[in-house]
């Protein structure tokens, strides 16, 4: 998609019925930065829960009804951080050495 239409940018949350949800624009209109705050947000909650864990497997009274609540809250956060990942990943421009063959990588020094 050319810079004038702007690119499609995979959004922190799900649309109907659980359905991915896109926005079409230029990222820098209202919608794309209440999806960067969603996504601030997503992400420092995941980032509390990791510490919340580590608190809850160090504790030896911990029940498994906690450690199961602890645990559907997880794979909320992890979903959520895929969500992020897959999408800030398909904005990144792609790089320079796509469309060499493998021995013309920067692996292989080339």
Known sequence: MSAQTGTVRLLPWPGPEGNPCYLLGDGTGYVSRVADNVECVQLGMADELLDHAADMLADRKVTLAQLRFLTARM?????DVRRIAESRGARLPAPAY???DESDGPESGA
């Open 75 to 79: 794979a909320e956060a992890l979903r």
């Open 98 to 100: 796509e469309g060499l």
